[in-house]
């Protein structure tokens, strides 16, 4: 099958590898597709510049939109979740494109919940901030599409070289509030990859999921957890913020429900397995 990631970064590019490895051909669409594995075709493009959109692979039987916005301005939650999807949608549909189904990753940002609610996919979805309407608008140019979409809506990713925890651990600068408690919801990033390319392959997938591993933690007690395992300075407890900001639980029972298998289920398998493989390689936690 072709296929096609839209946005081909951190997550993107290791589902490329995924896929390319399960026989498929799969290109990954960046600015700048220097870089990307050899398994995964490179296609050089804008999403933001429709320009240069009009010569997508042929026969794509699967796309994926993976790409996250380059800063946190408006303007870039916009180009990445507004621009770019519409520019997509735009150009399969003039290039005759069929693909049986579009996959559109999106983030649990989306929820304003503030009280450390939990919330599911059918739980109201009313972002305070640009960046989580700008979301929201791209979410609903996939649905309203005339090709079969399903919306991911990712928590925290973390994995390979996104450690910085870790890093603030070592360095002495983590820090939490424990009244009220401030939740994190995280996942894999092979659990993202895992996640998609399960979707993209059944047979009739609901339109929105959640991706979330199955425990949302306290953030002081994953900082102190992590502070256990690698002997570092523990956390420092600080003065509640007086912001009101997202802070939610999430749950995972649909994507489950549908058969995905988490690899890592918690925090501590996933962040246990980024410090193994660290260890093993003789280097710093960073």
Request: aromatic share 8%; hydrophobic share 40%; with cysteine.
């Amino acid at each position: 099958m072709n296929i096609l990631i839209a946005g081909c970064g951190y997550v993107g590019t290791a589902l490329g590898v995924r896929l390319a490895a399960d026989g498929h051909s799969v290109w990954g669409l960046r600015r700048r597709p220097a870089g990307l594995p050899d398994t995964v075709q490179p296609l050089a493009a804008d999403l933001a510049d429709a320009e240069t959109l009009r010569s997508l692979p042929p026969g794509l039987g699967v796309v994926y939109y993976t790409a996250g916005a380059a800063d946190s301005s408006e303007a870039a939650y916009r180009t990445a979740y507004l621009d770019g999807p519409r520019h997509l949608l735009e150009a399969l549909q003039q290039q005759g494109q069929r693909p049986r189904r579009v996959v559109f990753t999106s983030s649990t940002g989306v929820y304003a919940q503030y009280r450390g609610e939990w919330v599911d996919e059918d739980a109201p979805a009313e972002p305070l901030h640009a960046g989580g309407r700008h979301l929201m608008a791209g979410e609903r140019l996939f649905l309203e599409s005339e090709f079969a979409a399903t919306v991911l809506r990712l928590a925290g990713i973390y994995g390979p070289g996104r450690t910085r925890l870790i890093e603030n651990l070592r360095q002495g600068n983590a820090t939490y509030q424990d009244s009220p408690p401030v939740y994190l919801n995280l996942i894999h990033r092979d659990d993202c990859v895992g996640a998609l390319r399960h979707l993209a392959a059944l047979a009739r997938p609901a339109s929105l999921y959640i991706g979330v591993d199955y425990r949302p933690v306290e953030r002081g007690t994953l900082l102190r957890w992590l502070s256990g395992v690698l002997d570092t300075p523990p956390p420092r407890l600080v003065a509640a913020s007086t912001n009101r900001r997202s802070n939610k639980r999430c749950r995972n029972a649909r994507l489950v429900a549908s058969g995905y298998p988490f690899q890592y289920p918690t925090f501590q398998h996933g962040y246990g397995a980024i410090i193994d493989a660290l260890t093993k390689e003789k280097k710093p936690y960073v």
